[in-house]
């Protein structure tokens, strides 16, 4: 039996059945049940406010065969290690490396700290997700020290000023710009090859000067990237690159 669903919208977890380890969100919008992949590995249930659990329970059952055939590709995609606590993080937009030392103190309370290319996590299990949440914050703090200074860079060299500059961890969505100027960055950015990085800040701020994916607006990505063809299909595909500690829950 699936758990009861919220009144409200946002993610409740599944418990058993065919929905093991599936995220069901609930939704007021969804106007209909719908299984996804949610980047890099998730698998997501998005079911309308108010549906009756027990319709839930036929719709994952009727779909038995796509989860499982989703998950054996998604299982093949992404190595376990990948969904650990990692041994060492590479924030390779910027080439810096640290070693993460895991320590297990049962009872203890998750804490990270900081050291010249270390980080000294104490978890009271390395499975409880407070551990993947303190190395996310940490991540989100870097992010917000480097990749707002180097927008402002690069900003400044095309000429535009953004209103507003807002640094976040998001697990579909690399950046965005919004009509008022308000230029949004996933910190988790920082962990691939510069170039591909770069060319998301160049992306996201030629939006300020054409808020669409016209000609226009390629031209002008172009003229401060001329590689964003290539630069732009490694982004796409570089959600296989972030770990599950990267991402919110």
């Given amino acids: 039996m699936l758990q009861q669903l919220s ?27 719908t299984l996804k992949v949610v980047p890099p590995y998730q698998i997501e249930l998005v079911v309308p406010h108010g549906t009756p ?21 998604l299982d093949r995609r992404y190595p376990t290690t990948m969904k650990r606590l990692p041994e060492r993080i ?4 910027i080439g810096a490396t640290y070693d993460v030392v895991t320590r297990v103190r049962p009872s203890a309370e998750a804490r990270l700290t900081t050291s010249p290319g270390q980080l000294l996590l104490t978890v009271a299990d390395e499975r409880d997700s407070a551990g993947f949440e303190c190395l996310r914050q940490w991540l989100l703090a870097q992010g917000r020290a480097i990749l707002r200074p180097w927008l402002l860079n690069e900003a400044a060299a095309m000429g535009v000023e953004p209103e507003r500059v807002q640094i976040r961890t998001q697990r579909t969505r690399w950046g965005s710009c919004s009509e008022r ?24 701020l030629c939006h300020l000067v054409h808020l669409n994916h016209s000609a226009r607006y390629w031209r002008l990505v172009g003229r401060y990237d001329p ?23």
């Fill in 227 to 249: 590689d964003y063809r290539d630069h732009d299909k490694n982004l796409s595909e570089s959600w296989s690159q972030i770990p599950v500690w990267a991402l919110p829950r």
């Fill in 90 to 93: 590479e924030l390779v937009a």
């Fill in 7 to 33: 009144l409200l919208d946002g993610p409740v977890e599944p418990i058993g059945g065919d929905a093991q380890g599936i995220r069901i969100r609930a939704s007021r919008r969804a106007r209909r049940l």
């Fill in 53 to 73: 659990p027990r319709d839930v329970e036929a719709f994952v059952s009727e779909s038995r065969d796509w989860i499982q055939r989703t998950r054996r590709e």
């Fill in 181 to 204: 100027g308000v230029v949004s960055l996933n910190a988790a950015s920082l962990l691939l090859a510069a170039p591909v990085a770069r060319y998301l800040l160049i992306h996201e």
